[in-house]
């Protein structure tokens, strides 16, 4: 039964990758200049996506390596998109990773376990009255029980439809965020091997 009384706060999953697509392309561009003369230029254009949306792009080093090195650096600076930092546009989307669905059901934490630890603490709302959550579309709605935080049994229902009448069925990867072409999480071991090679 949803209780819309809960004053709500979307937080990200926290294997949320902050981008989940990333594209590079090799730019160019011609330089005129009659100082140091006219020349080609080149740079790997990095464009970032989250939930399908381009978020930022900017013109890097033509050496992939390079480009991928600071692009590594800069992603975990990243904080979440989420509206912990007044963030708000991503307050009704899907919190599944790669998931740029509209969220139909809205959830709030019974208890949240920090990394590596079995024991939670009680999701008691802030000090402006907010309670901590997560929103899920139909095809992810149903949670399972393997994690602690984002577990079925540690879900209050406060809008829309429980889990319970998620059927396992639809439980499937979305395919509408797009390829995910490289994984931030990948970045490092990818540098490392192009380095290698």
Same mark, same amino acid.
């Given at each position: 039964m949803a209780d819309t009384n809960i004053k709500f706060q979307r937080?990200?999953?926290?294997?949320?990758?902050?981008?989940?697509?990333?594209?590079?392309?090799?730019?160019?561009?011609?330089k005129?200049?009659?100082?140091?003369?006219?020349e080609w230029r080149f740079g790997n254009r990095v464009r970032l996506f989250y939930k399908g949306k381009e978020l930022d792009n900017g013109l890097m080093h033509s050496d992939i390596c390079i480009t991928?090195?600071?692009?590594?650096?800069?992603?975990?600076?990243?904080?979440?998109?989420?509206s912990s930092n007044n963030n708000k546009q991503f307050d009704d989307i899907c919190c599944q990773p790669g998931?740029?669905?509209?969220g139909?059901?809205?959830?709030?934490?019974?208890? /949240?376990?920090p990394s590596n630890s079995f024991?939670?603490?009680?999701? +008691?709302? %802030? !000090?402006n009255g907010y309670t901590k959550g997560m929103v899920f579309c139909d095809a992810h709605?149903?949670?399972g029980n393997c994690g602690l935080t984002d577990a079925d049994d540690n879900? /209050?229902?406060?809008?829309?439809?429980?889990?319970?009448?998620?059927? +396992?069925? %639809? !439980?499937?990867?979305?395919?509408s965020a797009g390829p995910f072409i490289i994984g931030v999480e990948d970045l490092g071991s990818l540098v490392a091997e192009i380095s290698d090679y």
């Open positions: 937080v990200c999953h926290r294997d949320d990758p902050l981008y989940d697509k990333i594209v590079i392309e090799l730019e160019e561009r011609y005129q200049s009659t100082i140091s003369g006219d991928l090195e600071k692009l590594a650096e800069q992603i975990k600076l990243l904080e979440p998109l989420d998931c740029a669905e509209r139909t059901r809205k959830y709030v934490f019974k208890k /949240i376990f024991t939670g603490a009680e999701n +008691v709302p %802030d !000090a709605g149903k949670r879900y /209050i229902c406060i809008e829309g439809n429980d889990w319970t009448s998620a059927p +396992v069925e %639809d !439980a499937k990867r979305s395919q």
